[in-house]
C-alpha cells in the first residue's frame, strides 16, 4: 500500500515506478516497436502489425493536437481567477516535474520547468491573497522548491514537508502539519492534470480544497505545428496517460482503505474467544458445561 513506511514500502515505490515508467509514454511504444521489429524475422504479418502499432502511437502521442485532447480528458478543474476571493487560510504547493540540486548558475538548488510553473503560481497567489505558503514534496525536492521560491520569487515557505513519496502522502503528511495549526481550507497548487486527483486526495484528508491548477490547458501550438510532433507534445501526453490511469487507481486504493480500516475496526471489537480447556471432571462443573 502506499502508506507503508521503511523497507517494504520503499520496494513497493520502487516497483511502482518502474511500472510507471514502462507503461508510460514513450516507453510502452518504443517497447512495442521493437517488439514488432523483432517478430519481424519469425511472424512477419504479426510483426509487421505490432511495429506499425507501436511506432504509430509514439507519433500520435508526440502530435500536439493529441496530447492536447488526452490533457482535455485529465483536467477536470478550471484555471483559479485570482478576481475572486478564495476565503482559504494558506497556499499548498505539490513537488514534483524535476530539480536540480546544483545549479552552476544560481550556485544552488533549482527547480526545473513543470515544478517551476507550480511554484511561480502558487507564489504569485500566496502573495496576492496574502497567504503563508506551504511546500510538501519528496527529499529531494523540499530544498530546491524553497531555495527557488525564497531566490526567484521573493516568498519563503512557512511549512516545508519533505518526507511524503506520493499524492497520497502529500496529503496525508501535510494534513499532520497544517491541520494541528488550524489550517483547513487551502489553496492546492499542482499541474493541471494532477490537480483533480491531488485535490481529492487532500479532501480525504481532511482539508476544503480551493484548487489551483498550474499549466492549464491553452493554445499552444497553432496551424500546422499542431500535427508535427515534438517533445513537449510528449511531455504533455505523459503527464495526461498518467494521471487517467492514476484516477481510477485513487479510487482502487481508497475503496481499499476503507476496508481495511473496517477489518481493523471489526476485529478490534470483535469479543475475545473463549479460552480452549481440556475436558475432565474439572471443566464438567457450571456454565463450562453448557
Given at each position: 500500500?502506499?502508506?507503508?513506511?521503511?523497507?517494504?514500502?520503499?520496494?513497493?515505490?520502487?516497483?511502482?515506478?518502474?511500472?510507471r515508467g514502462l507503461i508510460l509514454p514513450p516507453t510502452a511504444s518504443l517497447i512495442l516497436t521493437l517488439l514488432g521489429a523483432?517478430?519481424?524475422?519469425?511472424?512477419?504479418?504479426?510483426g509487421w502489425a505490432v511495429f506499425v502499432v507501436g511506432f504509430a502511437s509514439l507519433w500520435l502521442l508526440c502530435t500536439p493536437i493529441v496530447a492536447d485532447g488526452l490533457s482535455a480528458l485529465a483536467e477536470r478543474y478550471p484555471a483559479l481567477n485570482p478576481d475572486r476571493p478564495v476565503n482559504a487560510q494558506a497556499v499548498v504547493v505539490l513537488g514534483g516535474g524535476?530539480?536540480?540540486h546544483h545549479a552552476p548558475e544560481y550556485n544552488?538548488?533549482?527547480a526545473e520547468p513543470i515544478m517551476l510553473e507550480r511554484?511561480?503560481?502558487?507564489?504569485?497567489?500566496?502573495?496576492?491573497?496574502?497567504?503563508?505558503?506551504?511546500?510538501?514534496?519528496?527529499?529531494?525536492?523540499?530544498r530546491p522548491m524553497?531555495?527557488?521560491?525564497?531566490?526567484?520569487?521573493?516568498?519563503?515557505?512557512?511549512?516545508?514537508?519533505?518526507s511524503s513519496r506520493d499524492t497520497y502522502e502529500n496529503a496525508q503528511l501535510a494534513a499532520r502539519i497544517l491541520l494541528p495549526a488550524g489550517i483547513k481550507r487551502i489553496v492546492l497548487v499542482t499541474s493541471s492534470a494532477h490537480?483533480?486527483?491531488?485535490?481529492?486526495?487532500?479532501?480525504?484528508?481532511?482539508?476544503?480544497?480551493?484548487?489551483?491548477?498550474?499549466?492549464?490547458?491553452?493554445?499552444?501550438?497553432?496551424?500546422?505545428?499542431?500535427?508535427?510532433?515534438?517533445?513537449?507534445?510528449?511531455?504533455?501526453?505523459?503527464?495526461?496517460?498518467?494521471?487517467?490511469?492514476?484516477e481510477p487507481m485513487?479510487?482502487?486504493?481508497?475503496?481499499?482503505?476503507?476496508?481495511?480500516?473496517?477489518?481493523r475496526a471489526v476485529r478490534t471489537d470483535a469479543p475475545a474467544a473463549a479460552p480452549l480447556s481440556t475436558p475432565g471432571p474439572t471443566t464438567m462443573q457450571g456454565e463450562g458445561a453448557r
Amino acid at each position: 500500500m502506499e502508506g507503508q513506511r521503511g523497507v517494504g514500502g520503499s520496494a513497493v515505490f520502487i516497483l511502482k515506478a518502474l511500472g510507471r515508467g514502462l507503461i508510460l509514454p514513450p516507453t510502452a511504444s518504443l517497447i512495442l516497436t521493437l517488439l514488432g521489429a523483432i517478430l519481424i524475422w519469425r511472424r512477419q504479418r504479426l510483426g509487421w502489425a505490432v511495429f506499425v502499432v507501436g511506432f504509430a502511437s509514439l507519433w500520435l502521442l508526440c502530435t500536439p493536437i493529441v496530447a492536447d485532447g488526452l490533457s482535455a480528458l485529465a483536467e477536470r478543474y478550471p484555471a483559479l481567477n485570482p478576481d475572486r476571493p478564495v476565503n482559504a487560510q494558506a497556499v499548498v504547493v505539490l513537488g514534483g516535474g524535476g530539480q536540480r540540486h546544483h545549479a552552476p548558475e544560481y550556485n544552488g538548488a533549482v527547480a526545473e520547468p513543470i515544478m517551476l510553473e507550480r511554484l511561480a503560481l502558487a507564489a504569485f497567489l500566496a502573495r496576492h491573497y496574502s497567504l503563508p505558503l506551504a511546500v510538501s514534496g519528496a527529499g529531494a525536492e523540499a530544498r530546491p522548491m524553497s531555495e527557488t521560491l525564497s531566490r526567484s520569487f521573493g516568498v519563503t515557505p512557512r511549512w516545508i514537508e519533505g518526507s511524503s513519496r506520493d499524492t497520497y502522502e502529500n496529503a496525508q503528511l501535510a494534513a499532520r502539519i497544517l491541520l494541528p495549526a488550524g489550517i483547513k481550507r487551502i489553496v492546492l497548487v499542482t499541474s493541471s492534470a494532477h490537480e483533480w486527483r491531488a485535490a481529492h486526495e487532500f479532501m480525504a484528508a481532511g482539508f476544503d480544497v480551493v484548487p489551483a491548477p498550474a499549466g492549464v490547458l491553452a493554445p499552444r501550438e497553432l496551424g500546422v505545428f499542431k500535427f508535427i510532433p515534438s517533445p513537449a507534445g510528449l511531455m504533455r501526453s505523459n503527464a495526461a496517460v498518467y494521471e487517467l490511469i492514476g484516477e481510477p487507481m485513487r479510487r482502487l486504493q481508497a475503496a481499499l482503505r476503507v476496508r481495511e480500516k473496517f477489518d481493523r475496526a471489526v476485529r478490534t471489537d470483535a469479543p475475545a474467544a473463549a479460552p480452549l480447556s481440556t475436558p475432565g471432571p474439572t471443566t464438567m462443573q457450571g456454565e463450562g458445561a453448557r
